[in-house]
Structures are given as structure tokens and as C-alpha cells.
């Protein structure tokens, strides 16, 4: 079988998985186990971002007295996804492919050493053959220190895991150009850098879902500008995998045109390290003007007006512009009590290396 790519990052949406009543449709994982596996006899190497534990316990669960929504979460997730991956273990044992479950959190993502001891630990996995499949450990993430949902994580791990493509499966077959049950919208089939959906996307979510489309329009777009491929396809469609990998251009969905080039992995690291930023950094309208050109350039203290926040070498910093608004993070060379000192000044070491800069 001729495919497309050879390393894909796939994420399966709770709405996937769950029936209309909460259980586990597992005839529809069991469908979705049989293309990867055929894919993986293809040669494609894949990981699988699994949705679907707090459904699947849902089920399975009647407290015996009123929760509120996080102990249900952590009660439904602590049952439902160790439901969730026996499943898969005995799907994928059929055709001989052994899994591995990866249960992570967003702090898990906070430090570089942190960031790099998973990746080797998927790096490990893979080269041994085994399918990592990653959820978040909603039984321990609180409620301010969560992905916003699975889309936001799968693209974290793509990004990575230096995938070639993200495939977002959700119970929809892309992004509609208006309301997807009005008459006459279509799927828009493909998104080019830069191009706003903002006005298409609907604040309605479906049945058990976190995030909705918001999401994954902003994570989508900004995986494809590190030059990963992200496709939004419908997950309840029979042989949807393949058909995308193998016929890219008659199957129906919405693909973001990935950035040509990419980016290096620290700065991939940084674009999804906004969440755990210590400081900000304001610029002067020059500044902004400058770091937004052509041209790659570093953030010099001249640049820089004011600094909030206490941080320490290394930390990751907010990029403000003239007007307040984050226009990008940054890996900050220095400690705050310096950074304060040089405010301003001409001829001193960058405060944001270029290499470690990541605007939006
Ligand atoms: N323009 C749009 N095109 C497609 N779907 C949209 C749009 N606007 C809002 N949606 C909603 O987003 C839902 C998918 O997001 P979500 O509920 O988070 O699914 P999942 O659980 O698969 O992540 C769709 O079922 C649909 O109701
Ligand atoms: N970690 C949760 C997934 C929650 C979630 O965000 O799901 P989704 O709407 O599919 O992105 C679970 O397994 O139930």
C-alpha cells in the first residue's frame, strides 16, 4: 500500500468513542485498531492520543451520592481508563502489536528535562515496536494545570515526537464553512497559513467533548506552522485512516498546509510552553516592528520597556507588544534582577535568543 506519511500522530475524540448513551462503542475502536494495524503494516509508525476514559467509566460507575465535577472526573477516569486500555491491549493483541499506555499531565511538559524524558520514554517505545497510547491523567490533573483538552495535548505530542502529520478524529468530517447543520455549508477542505476561521467556528460542542472546535482550529494551525500536517476527519467513518493516508485528495476533511521548512525541536518546545510563562516581557513599537520582519533577529534589552514577574536563566517569558497583547513566548536568557537592570539599554547580549524565540 502507497502512503502518505510514515509517522503520523493520531488523536480519537471522546465523541468517537462514546455511543450516544456514554458506553464505549467498541465496535467503532476495534474498527479504528484494524486501520492502524494496517497501517503499521505499511510501514507508518504511529501513536495514538486516546480520549475516552471519563466516557467509558461514566458508564460503568453509579455514585451512590451527588459529585461535583472533579471528583467525577477523577472517579470516572481513575475506572474508565483502565476500561479504555484493557480494550485496546486486547484489540491490538489480535494482530500481534503490543501497546504501551502513556498517562501524562501538562506540567509534564513545563521543563525541558521533564519534556525530554518523555519523549525518550515514546522514542524507547516506538523503536521497540510498541504503540504508545496517551491520555491525560485526569485523575490527578487539577483543574487549572489541564490540557483544555486532547486536541491540545495530541498537538503537543506530534509536535514532539516530530511527526509528519496530526489526524484529528472527531464525530464531524471537518470544518464547516458556517454552522455544520445549516443548509448548504461544506467542509472547507483546506486551510493555508494565515487564513482566520474564526467566523466559521461555532462555540457548540458535541455530546462528550472538552474543548470543541475552537481548539482544535488554534492547536491545528499552530502545529502546522512548526511544518506538521494536521487533518480534522470524522472518526465514525468507516476505514477513515487509510482512506486519508492512502487517497489524501478524495477523502473528505480539513487539512492545514503545513509550514514549509519547520522548526527546530527546543522551539517547538517553547510554541507549547505559554501555560507555565513566569514573566512578561513589554516591547517598544520598534521592537515589535523588528522581531515581526523578514529577517531572524534576537530580543536586545534596548527593545524592552518593562518586565513583569520574577524569573530565573532559562525560564520561559511572555512577549508583549506596545499594545498588551502576547505576541510570543521566549526561553529568557537571564534572571529577572539582571533583565531589570539592562531595560533599555543599548550594546548588551540578548535578552531572548533567536533560537530560543517563538512568535505567533
Ligand atoms: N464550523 C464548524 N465545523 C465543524 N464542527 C463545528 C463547527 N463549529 C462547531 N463545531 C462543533 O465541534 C464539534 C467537535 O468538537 P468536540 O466536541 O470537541 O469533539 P471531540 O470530542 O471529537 O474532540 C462538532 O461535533 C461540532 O458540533
Ligand atoms: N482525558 C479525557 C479526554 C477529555 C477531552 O478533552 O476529550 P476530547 O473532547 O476528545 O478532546 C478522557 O479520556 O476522558
Given at each position: 500500500m502507497a502512503v502518505q506519511f510514515t509517522r503520523i500522530a493520531v488523536k480519537i475524540g471522546s465523541n468517537v468513542l462514546a455511543r450516544k448513551d456514554g458506553t464505549l462503542d467498541v465496535t467503532?475502536?476495534?474498527?479504528?485498531?484494524?486501520?492502524?494495524?494496517?497501517?503499521?503494516?505499511?510501514?507508518?509508525?504511529?501513536?495514538?492520543?486516546?480520549?475516552?476514559?471519563?466516557?467509558?467509566?461514566?458508564?460503568?460507575?453509579?455514585?451512590?451520592?451527588?459529585?461535583?465535577?472533579?471528583?467525577?472526573?477523577?472517579?470516572?477516569?481513575?475506572?474508565?481508563?483502565?476500561?479504555?486500555?484493557?480494550?485496546?491491549?486486547?484489540?491490538?493483541?489480535?494482530?500481534?502489536?503490543?501497546?504501551?499506555?502513556?498517562?501524562?499531565?501538562?506540567?509534564?511538559?513545563?521543563?525541558?528535562?521533564?519534556?525530554l524524558n518523555q519523549r525518550n520514554c515514546m522514542m524507547v517505545m516506538l523503536e521497540n515496536g510498541v504503540i504508545p497510547i496517551v491520555n491525560e491523567n485526569d485523575t490527578i490533573s487539577v483543574t487549572e494545570l489541564m490540557f483544555t483538552d486532547n486536541d491540545e495535548l495530541s498537538?503537543?505530542?506530534?509536535?514532539?515526537?516530530?511527526?509528519?502529520?496530526?489526524?484529528?478524529?472527531?464525530?464531524?468530517?471537518?470544518?464547516?464553512?458556517?454552522?455544520?447543520?445549516?443548509?448548504?455549508?461544506?467542509?472547507?477542505?483546506?486551510?493555508?497559513?494565515?487564513?482566520?476561521?474564526?467566523?466559521?467556528?461555532?462555540?457548540?460542542?458535541?455530546?462528550?467533548?472538552?474543548?470543541?472546535?475552537?481548539?482544535?482550529?488554534?492547536?491545528?494551525?499552530?502545529?502546522?506552522?512548526?511544518?506538521?500536517?494536521?487533518?480534522?476527519?470524522?472518526?465514525?467513518?468507516?476505514h477513515i485512516l487509510v482512506d486519508l493516508l492512502q487517497h489524501p485528495v478524495e477523502t473528505v476533511c480539513t487539512r492545514f498546509i503545513p509550514a514549509e521548512g519547520g522548526v527546530s525541536s527546543v522551539k517547538k518546545w517553547i510554541a507549547h510552553s505559554g501555560g507555565f510563562a513566569k514573566g512578561e516581557l513589554h516591547l517598544n513599537e520598534q521592537a515589535v516592528n523588528v522581531l515581526k520582519g523578514q529577517k531572524a533577529v534576537s530580543l536586545l534589552p534596548v527593545g524592552v520597556v518593562r518586565i513583569e514577574g520574577e524569573f530565573e536563566k532559562d525560564d520561559i517569558v511572555k512577549i508583549i507588544d506596545h499594545r498588551g497583547r502576547q505576541i510570543g513566548v521566549g526561553?529568557?536568557?537571564?534572571?529577572?534582577?539582571?533583565?531589570?537592570?539592562?531595560?533599555?539599554?543599548?550594546?548588551?547580549?540578548?535578552?531572548?535568543?533567536?533560537?530560543?524565540?517563538?512568535?505567533?
Open positions: 467503532r475502536m476495534s474498527a479504528l485498531v484494524d486501520q492502524v494495524a494496517e497501517l503499521r503494516r505499511a510501514g507508518v509508525e504511529v501513536i495514538l492520543i486516546s480520549s475516552g476514559a471519563v466516557a467509558s467509566g461514566r458508564s460503568e460507575i453509579k455514585p451512590s451520592k451527588k459529585l461535583d465535577s472533579v471528583d467525577q472526573r477523577q472517579l470516572f477516569s481513575a475506572v474508565g481508563q483502565a476500561k479504555l486500555i484493557n480494550r485496546y491491549y486486547e484489540l491490538f493483541r489480535e494482530h500481534g502489536i503490543p501497546v504501551g499506555q502513556v498517562l501524562t499531565t501538562k506540567e509534564s511538559f513545563g521543563t525541558r528535562r521533564h519534556y498537538g503537543m505530542i506530534a509536535s514532539m515526537m516530530d511527526m509528519q502529520a496530526l489526524i484529528i478524529l472527531s464525530n464531524i468530517d471537518g470544518i464547516y464553512d458556517g454552522s455544520p447543520s445549516a443548509p448548504g455549508t461544506q467542509v472547507i477542505r483546506e486551510v493555508e497559513q494565515g487564513k482566520d476561521l474564526s467566523d466559521y467556528i461555532q462555540t457548540e460542542k458535541s455530546g462528550f467533548g472538552r474543548g470543541g472546535m475552537l481548539t482544535k482550529t488554534t492547536i491545528a494551525r499552530k502545529v502546522a506552522d512548526e511544518g506538521i500536517t494536521v487533518i480534522i476527519a470524522n472518526g465514525k467513518k468507516d526561553r529568557i536568557g537571564l534572571d529577572s534582577a539582571e533583565a531589570r537592570t539592562l531595560l533599555g539599554r543599548h550594546g548588551q547580549k540578548p535578552m531572548v535568543h533567536y533560537d530560543y524565540l517563538y512568535l505567533d
